[in-house]
């Protein structure tokens, strides 16, 4: 269920309605429908800026407005955004601003723990399908209850790094500690709850800084405080609503779901906040299980929390193995259900090609394929094109026209190919056999075609290549 569907007909009387022609669809309908799917925003109409507009601009950002939040955490170039969704499923649009990952210090750790733990975490990094996931920021915990402690700990992160942070105490003196030497780093405060709300408001409405508001499983007692804080004009919230095992864990999966529901159905303005997951609480519980057992529990419980819209998610530390299925579970969540995954088109080189014989191999710039296919060839010395097929792949895209003479002959022309090989010729997939007369046409060069699985691409080019006097250009390195 969620809020009555935006439409482009709710945002078009209040567009300038001069077609233009300054914004990439160049008509004020098409900006429209763009702004409906989130593909633009209201600053990329120029017009709309003069101050001629202004009611309107004011009403059409109220009427975009995500009903969960989009808050800041941070500053300059390292700010993350989380939260700013506008649905429940994924698939009736789209999940924005990833769930940020913070791993955990605190002011009982030694300084060279500290500088590991900062260091792992910052240059966390996992290649995944043409880009590279990382990590998100740093939460300080205070364990000791000292307001030095603690201070001198905030300190000493934000010397060795510029990622986000989280400052986390529930002693509003401790929290003012901490403020007083990160607050020009816009870190989040962690935690209002019953017991300290009103502190912990005054010291957020001073800084500008953001606050989480916990109250472990109780919604009522969330609702309530956000209520209370909101009235003394700290809008920038998100919500902790408490996690666990156990009989816990159902609990705190409902919880998140019903608060996230509530505000996308526009049931609940006040839940409409950012959620966050704090599954590190897990080693606080004092129970007898072996390390490895909390880290996989950890990892399990944030990878539900995950999935149950959390937006925000402390862990405790970076280890590689328990925190990939994070870190792939949430790139994938988070990717664009309407566009394929897709690479860059462009030429790649493998090996050092020979320009006289090496062959020249083209396929579509659908992710998955471009991956298969490099692993199939990237111990040869060749060179690939990758078309522009819009994310699909080369059967799919034949079969739509995204993969044509035309497109084979613009990453011709576009790669300079031309240039780096005296040859004139090139191999195209088994899958695109039929296009191989209108694709000679277009671009002059001979045509062979090659197999339709490229895992053949070895056996193929030993078999063919060398059979047209190319050998051993295509040779293994
Ligand atoms: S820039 Fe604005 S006024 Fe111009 S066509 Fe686009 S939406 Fe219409």
């Known amino acids: 269920m969620t809020k009555k569907k935006l439409g482009p007909m709710n945002l078009y009387p209040l567009l300038p309605r001069t077609n ?13 429908v763009q702004l409906c799917e989130r593909g633009l925003t209201l600053a990329q109409c120029p017009p709309l800026v003069d101050s001629k507009f202004q ?87 205070s364990i000791s209850g000292d307001a030095d402690s603690f201070q001198k700990t905030v300190e000493t992160v934000k010397g060795l790094t510029e990622m986000p942070l989280v400052l986390w105490s529930p002693d509003p003196g401790v929290m003012a500690a901490g403020l007083e030497v990160a607050e020009d780093k816009r870190p989040l405060i962690y935690a209002a709850d019953e ?58 999966l409902d919880n998140m779901t019903m608060i996230r529901t509530s505000a996308i159905s526009g049931d609940d303005s006040l839940l409409g906040h950012p959620l966050i997951g704090s ?50 579970l949430i790139d994938n969540l988070y990717n664009d259900p309407r566009k394929p995954v897709s690479v860059e088109p462009g030429l790649r080189i493998f090996g050092t090609p020979d320009p006289v014989t090496s062959p020249v191999l083209i396929t579509s710039n659908f992710a998955l394929t471009y991956y298969t296919v490099l692993s199939d060839i990237e111990k ?72 339709r699985d490229s895992a053949g691409i070895p056996g193929y080019l030993r078999e063919k290549w060398e059979g047209v006097d190319h050998k051993p250009g295509w040779s293994y390195r």
């Not at 233009?20 to 429209?32: D, H, I, V, Y």
């Not at 999940?95 to 940020?100: D, I, L, R, S």
């Not at 975490?121 to 939460?139: E, W």
């Open 279 to 328: 599954p590190v609480t897990l080693w606080d519980q004092g129970n007898s299980l072996p390390d490895e057992s909390i880290r996989w529990m950890e990892s399990c419980l944030a990878s539900m929390m995950t999935i149950r819209y959390a937006d925000l998610m402390i862990i405790r530390d970076p280890s590689m193995w328990s925190t990939l299925p994070l870190v792939v």
């Open 195 to 252: 017991s300290n709300w009103e502190q912990m408001a005054e010291l957020a409405s001073r800084s500008g800084c953001p606050l989480a508001v916990h109250a472990d499983g109780n919604v009522g007692t969330i609702r309530s405080l956000i209520s209370a804080i909101s009235d003394r004009g700290v809008k920038n919230l998100l919500i902790d609503p408490g996690c666990g095992f156990g009989e816990a864990l159902p609990r705190s």
């Open 20 to 32: 233009c022609g300054e914004c990439l669809p160049k008509t004020c309908m098409g900006f429209a």
């Open 380 to 451: 040869l010395n060749c060179y690939l094109l990758v078309a522009d097929t819009e994310g699909l792949s080369v059967d799919s895209a034949v079969a739509g026209r995204k993969f044509n003479a035309q497109k084979v002959a613009d990453i011709i022309s576009s790669s300079g190919i031309s240039e780096k090989v005296s040859h004139r010729t090139l191999i195209i997939p088994g899958l695109a056999a039929r296009l191989k007369g209108d694709i000679e046409d277009a671009i002059k060069w001979d045509v062979m075609v090659g197999p």
């Open 55 to 141: 009611v309107n601009l004011e009403k059409l950002e109220a009427l975009l407005a995500p009903p969960v939040q989009e808050v800041a955490i941070g500053r300059g170039g390292r700010e993350i955004r989380v939260g700013g969704q506008l649905v429940i499923h994924r698939h009736e649009l789209r999940y924005f601003n990833k769930t940020a990952i913070f791993t955990t210090v605190d002011d009982t750790m030694a300084a060279d723990g500290i500088a590991n733990r900062v260091r792992e975490t910052s240059s966390f990094s996992y290649p995944y399908i043409g880009h590279t996931l990382k990590l998100d920021g740093i939460a300080i915990r």
